[in-house]
């Protein structure tokens, strides 16, 4: 039986901005709580996630001991746990659920790739679902998590309904086979991209929306992991396919920011930094939605070509001299307004943040390590997020302290194996190109554009003015950063 993606019926209340009484009395017990998982997280409540802590907590090696010195993560677009792994075997997934759209019609979650071709692997027409911090509240609906047709403004569109299973998503089916899966990683705050990339990289935010640096507010000032690996003498380096995503900070980290091509060339080399992050392709020339011509996952991208750039990454570190001592993680910056189950908790925030952020995390994200040190055939429950990733990072390399999640937020390698010999075997899996040989994402990709090139003109599900929305909203949030990007020289 399909289960109701609701455990209790909401009010409008969910819309208010943000608790600030809460927030604080939350930051006040992060660093008492820090150490174990928080209700609602995990298989069984929070009774496993707890367990796994307690065990993992004091089985860290000194950090020089861990066998990792190159962290490699790559961040991907706009999708959530259970729309994209929740068939993954031994995880908290549910993919079988019941939403009620603004007509007060039940709408069962479904299939899509092969089995739907009016949604097929990108959704072409249909709307971009809402991800925004007062759409993530809706979606929420004071936890009953079933809120997420109730932002879509045509009633027959059921995309944020939708969901894949282990075919569709190649890549992953191997991690799940040969790697690890984290199924309790919620992004870092529950709004949109840019707001959530700060947070990979600043542990924090200086925004709760997708505004831009210079054309809406001055280029971010918050301190970053780059700062503190600089400050050691360390290398890092952030690879981008055609936006670099640090150009939130202006042109601060333009040297440190390289072409994917360079990637391949310094894997290749053995000559990978200490870290790496990862932008992908984000389709600036004409925007993710409602073209789809981008290659990060973000609607309407064909997953599939997703599938084939994190492919092409893995591919790469398991051929280089640096696969024994590397360690790669894949995680999402944010939901999408793709439907979840799992009630993400509040977590600690600084007082400047707590303007317009009431410290709620993010819905969980699809999340994968990769390397000679993850576990085989796993699913961690640890609750993640993208703190975790930073205090990873700073106890591998002895870095300072970054932002008021660093004693709160679990740290990533509580999920690996460290009782055993690195395992060195990295079997070929994930997703070939069009042309079935390769997996490069810069070939001919699986996704076609959702528009016609000869008429401009997008399918028929999408109202027009819907489309024209959501394509200003995507030049108006690319296009300077890639004329910034162009300025400093970096394209």
């Not at 899509?112 to 679902?129: H, I, K, R, T, V």
């Not at 992908?280 to 011509?293: C, D, I, K, R």
Request: charge should be negative.
């Amino acid at each position: 039986m399909a289960k109701r993606g609701s455990r209790h019926r909401g009010t409008s209340g969910s819309r208010s901005p943000f608790d600030p009484g809460r927030r604080r009395f939350l930051a006040g017990v992060a660093g008492a709580a820090g150490a174990l998982a928080l209700p609602g997280c995990g298989p069984a409540g929070s009774d496993a996630a707890e367990a796994e802590a307690r065990i993992g907590a004091g089985a860290l090696p000194n950090p020089e001991d861990s066998g990792i010195d190159h962290i490699v993560q790559v961040m991907m677009e706009n999708r959530s746990y259970d729309h994209m792994l929740g068939w993954v075997p031994k995880s908290n997934g549910i993919q079988n659920q019941v939403f009620i759209n603004n007509n007060g019609e039940e709408v069962p979650t479904f299939h899509m790739g092969n089995s739907d071709p009016a949604y097929g692997f990108q959704g072409c027409g249909w709307e971009d679902p809402s991800h925004g911090y007062g759409a993530g509240r809706i979606h929420l609906n004071n936890g009953a998590m079933d809120g997420f047709l109730k932002t879509v403004d045509n009633p027959v569109d059921k995309f944020p309904a939708g969901y894949y299973n282990a075919e569709d998503v190649l890549f992953y089916k191997g991690v799940a086979e040969n790697f690890t899966i984290c199924d309790n990683y919620f992004h870092g705050i529950l709004s949109s991209t840019f707001p959530n990339r700060m947070y990979i990289h600043a542990g924090a935010t200086d925004r709760n929306t997708n505004t831009l640096p210079w054309a809406q507010q001055a280029p971010s000032e918050l301190p970053t992991i780059w700062d503190l690996l600089a400050a050691k003498g360390l290398s890092g380096r952030n690879y981008f396919s055609d936006l670099p995503l640090t150009g939130l900070w202006g042109t601060k980290y333009a040297q440190i920011s390289k072409p994917f091509e360079q990637f391949l060339v310094d894997a290749k080399n053995g000559a990978l930094p200490a870290v790496s992050y990862f932008d992908p392709n984000f389709g600036f020339s004409v925007g993710e939605s409602p073209a789809g011509v981008s290659r990060d996952d973000h609607p309407q991208a064909d997953i599939r070509d997703g599938q084939v750039y994190l492919t092409e990454i893995y591919n790469a570190l398991r051929a280089s001299p640096n696969w024994e001592r590397t360690l790669m993680i894949v995680t999402y910056d944010e939901w999408g307004g793709f439907f979840d189950h799992v009630e993400p908790t509040f977590g600690p925030v600084s007082a400047e943040e707590g303007v317009f952020n009431d410290g709620r995390l993010g819905f969980r994200t699809p999340c994968v390590i990769l390397g000679p040190r993850a576990k085989r055939g796993h699913v961690s429950h640890f609750r993640f997020d993208p703190n975790s990733v930073i205090n990873l990072i700073r106890w591998r390399f002895g870095l300072g302290s970054l932002s008021a999640r660093d004693h709160w937020s679990h740290n990533m390698a509580m999920a690996l194996d460290f009782k055993n010999p690195p395992n060195l075997d990295a079997p070929a899996f994930g997703q070939l190109s069009p042309d079935g040989l390769t997996s490069t994402s810069r070939g001919l990709p699986w996704g076609a554009p959702c528009f016609n090139y000869l008429t401009n003109q997008l399918p028929v599900e999408a109202p027009t003015s819907v489309a024209q929305r959501e394509w200003l909203e995507h030049q108006n949030e690319l296009r300077p950063l890639y004329e910034m990007s162009k300025a400093a020289g970096l394209i």
